[in-house]
Structure formats: C-alpha cells, structure tokens
C-alpha cells in the first residue's frame, strides 16, 4: 500500500497539489474535506442542527457515503455541489469537532484506501491521525491573503472580505479544537504554496518520493 498525506488548512492548494499528484503516480485521490462535509449535508437535509453531537453522532452511523473521482453521493443523493454551498461550509467545522463523527470517517478513510490499495490523501489530520507511515507527508501553507483570494475565486458569490474572515474563523475552529486539531506532522515536509506553480511544488513532491 502507497500513501502520501497531503495535509494543511483551506487555500492551502491541497485539492489542486493532491490531484495532479494522483494523476503523476496514476494513484486514487481522496479528498477527506469532502467526507466532513458530506456528514454536514446530511445533518442538514435532515433538520438537524450541526453543533448537536449526539444527534450528529447517530446519523454519521448509518450514514451511505460514496466518495469517488466524480463526486459526492450521500444517502443516495448527489451531494457534490451542495456540499461546497455556503450553509454546507458554514456548519462543517461544527461537525469536524465531533469525536464520533472523526472515529467513524477515519475508520472509512482507511478502509477506503486499503481497498484500492494506493492514494494520494489530503485533509487536515492525514499525516498525524489517519496514516501516520505514510510514504511522503507534505504540510501546505499559504499566506491568508493568498489562500482567501484563491477561495474567493472559486466562490465568486461572495465577497472577499466574507471570504477572509470565514476562513480565518474556520482556521481557529481548525487548529484549537480538543480532537486531532489541524497541525503539521513532526515529519512532514513544509510548503508554502503562496508564491510557487503547481508543476513545482509537484515536481519537487514526486523528487521526494
Ligand atoms: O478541506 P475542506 O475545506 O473541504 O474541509 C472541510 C472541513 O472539514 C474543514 O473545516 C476541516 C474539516 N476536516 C477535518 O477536520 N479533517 C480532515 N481530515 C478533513 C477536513
């Protein structure tokens, strides 16, 4: 089994650096971010407020989640583009502190891995929690601005200032909660991708491997 860990908080480049390098290795690609926010789709579609972990903790459960390279389907539902909507990325942070919610996705991540054998795994706690003898591990930074302008991109709908705090918001929410907060592995190699092109920092990945 071949895994590189790809960890680091939103506009880090994560997404981008983790496909292109699946797509080097000819490896699977999961995005982790997508499965949290899968559980926030699900919470809401069924009324539930996300900050109730009991009633959060019960529906991850039974929860049908089907992550693949074209998208997200959940219960059933193609979730793909809702689960980067605004209410989505609002409540996901909530739901992302939830110890039963992280036991229950990180238990999948790693059955869904094993079952195809080799990924390219990006997240928050890949190195640290989910595949602590990863083959490579690469912790990606960027400056705010940077990473806000990119995520402003991709969001045009909203303005850029809500972008920024949002994500700085998030960023703390991140990094101080009690459960596997989002921090750089002791081994992990460190990027910032503020000023670099992908085809860089993917070749400089691919040189370490
Ligand atoms: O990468 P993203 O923005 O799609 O992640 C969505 C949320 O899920 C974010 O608030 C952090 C959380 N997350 C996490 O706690 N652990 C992971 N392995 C991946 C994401």
Redesign the pocket.
Same mark, same amino acid.
């Given at each position: 089994m071949r895994v590189i860990a790809i960890d680091g908080p939103?506009g880090s480049g994560?997404?981008t650096i983790a496909r292109h390098l699946a797509t080097e290795l000819g490896v699977a690609y999961l !995005? @982790? $971010?997508?499965?949290?926010?899968a559980v926030a789709f699900a919470a809401l579609r069924r009324g539930v407020d996300p900050g109730e972990s009991d009633l959060v903790a019960a529906i991850v459960r039974d929860l049908e989640l089907e992550i693949g390279p074209d998208g997200v389907v959940v219960d059933g539902v193609d979730a793909t583009v809702e689960i980067r909507g605004p209410e989505v @990325?609002k409540a996901?942070?909530a739901v992302?502190a939830n110890p039963v919610v992280?036991a229950e996705l990180v238990r999948r991540q790693r059955e869904w891995v094993a079952s195809r054998g080799s990924a390219v795994v990006? $997240?928050? !706690?890949?190195g640290t929690v989910?595949f602590p003898d990863a083959e490579l591990k690469a912790y990606l930074t960027a400056r705010l601005d940077v990473r806000a302008g990119r995520r402003h991109q991709e969001v045009s709908d909203l303005d850029y200032d809500a972008v920024a705090a949002d994500m700085a918001r998030?960023d703390t929410? +991140?990094t101080e909660r009690e459960v +596997?907060p989002?921090q750089q592995a002791g081994d992990a190699v460190l990027i910032d991708t503020s000023d670099r092109s992908i085809d860089e920092i993917v070749a400089d990945l691919m040189e370490r491997l």
């Amino acid at each position: 089994m071949r895994v590189i860990a790809i960890d680091g908080p939103a506009g880090s480049g994560k997404s981008t650096i983790a496909r292109h390098l699946a797509t080097e290795l000819g490896v699977a690609y999961l !995005d @982790t $971010g997508a499965m949290y926010r899968a559980v926030a789709f699900a919470a809401l579609r069924r009324g539930v407020d996300p900050g109730e972990s009991d009633l959060v903790a019960a529906i991850v459960r039974d929860l049908e989640l089907e992550i693949g390279p074209d998208g997200v389907v959940v219960d059933g539902v193609d979730a793909t583009v809702e689960i980067r909507g605004p209410e989505v @990325t609002k409540a996901v942070s909530a739901v992302a502190a939830n110890p039963v919610v992280r036991a229950e996705l990180v238990r999948r991540q790693r059955e869904w891995v094993a079952s195809r054998g080799s990924a390219v795994v990006e $997240g928050r !706690d890949i190195g640290t929690v989910v595949f602590p003898d990863a083959e490579l591990k690469a912790y990606l930074t960027a400056r705010l601005d940077v990473r806000a302008g990119r995520r402003h991109q991709e969001v045009s709908d909203l303005d850029y200032d809500a972008v920024a705090a949002d994500m700085a918001r998030r960023d703390t929410v +991140d990094t101080e909660r009690e459960v +596997d907060p989002l921090q750089q592995a002791g081994d992990a190699v460190l990027i910032d991708t503020s000023d670099r092109s992908i085809d860089e920092i993917v070749a400089d990945l691919m040189e370490r491997l």
